[in-house]
T-cell receptor
Framework: KNEVEQSPQNLTAQEGEFITINCSYSVGISALHWLQQHPGGGIVSLFMLSSGKKKHGRLIATINIQEKHSSLHITASHPRDSAVYICAVYKAAGNKLTFGGGTRVLVKP | EAGVAQSPRYKIIEKRQSVAFWCNPISGHATLYWYQQILGQGPKLLIQFQNNGVVDDSQLPKDRFSAERLKGVDSTLKIQPAKLEDSAVYLC????????????FGDGTRLSIL
């Protein structure tokens, strides 16, 4: 079993819909990253969080340390949000990221 | 602030040939990472540098892969000889902290082995 699991693997939404991507991990962590990868390969860091909630524009990330779970929400989704969203964790006392397999999101106009 | 620069963006070679990738991290970032991302999977760390020293290369296939960061700035990753299973996107990232900080990624090099 992978240490970082994401669900769903693929998600299709209509423009304007609310999207939720989930990330569960099985190890102690010091921080969790949400990353966005567009076709072509480049990765952008969206959030790094170790507790609570962060918001940037239409994106919201939450984390529950006790339940070892994080969610990424996209409000009022838009076709330009179509990308692969990757959850990655820094293990406690570690200094390298462990990645989930990614969630491929397609937002249709 | 300029981002992480990688070149080339694409490379196509035949198996058993050699290939090299180049990465220029964000100025002042001491930590540099090379990742391999196979299609449909998350990135896998190949090697991590702190300045010009190797911190972690436990998943680097050392019989064919090598990497260096001679002056603690730019880095090169080489594959010699390439195998079909090396087809992937090779991503470079840098961070200002010795682990635990936000990593900034380049656009990657897409390698295809024929």
């Amino acid at each position: 079993k992978n240490e970082v699991e994401q669900s769903p693997q693929n998600l299709t939404a209509q423009e304007g819909e609310f999207i939720t991507i989930n990330c569960s991990y099985s190890v102690g962590i010091s921080a969790l990253h949400w990353l966005q990868q567009h076709p072509g390969g480049g990765i952008v860091s969206l959030f790094m969080l170790s507790s609570g909630k962060k918001k940037h524009g239409r994106l919201i990330a939450t984390i529950n340390i006790q339940e070892k779970h994080s969610s990424l929400h996209i409000t009022a989704s838009h076709p330009r949000d179509s990308a692969v969203y990757i959850c990655a964790v820094y293990k406690a006392a570690g200094n390298k990221l462990t990645f989930g397999g990614g969630t491929r999101v397609l937002v249709k106009p | 602030e300029a981002g992480v620069a990688q070149s080339p963006r694409y490379k196509i070679i035949e198996k058993r040939q050699s290939v090299a990738f180049w990465c220029n991290p964000i100025s002042g970032h001491a930590t540099l990472y090379w990742y391999q991302q196979i299609l449909g999977q998350g990135p896998k760390l190949l090697i991590q540098f702190q300045n010009n020293g190797v911190v972690d290369d436990s998943q680097l296939p050392k019989d064919r892969f090598s990497a260096e960061r001679l002056k603690g700035v730019d880095s090169t990753l080489k594959i010699q000889p390439a195998k079909l299973e090396d087809s992937a996107v090779y991503l470079c990232a840098s961070s200002s902290n010795h682990g635990g900080g936000t990593q900034h990624f380049g656009d990657g090099t897409r390698l295809s082995i024929l």
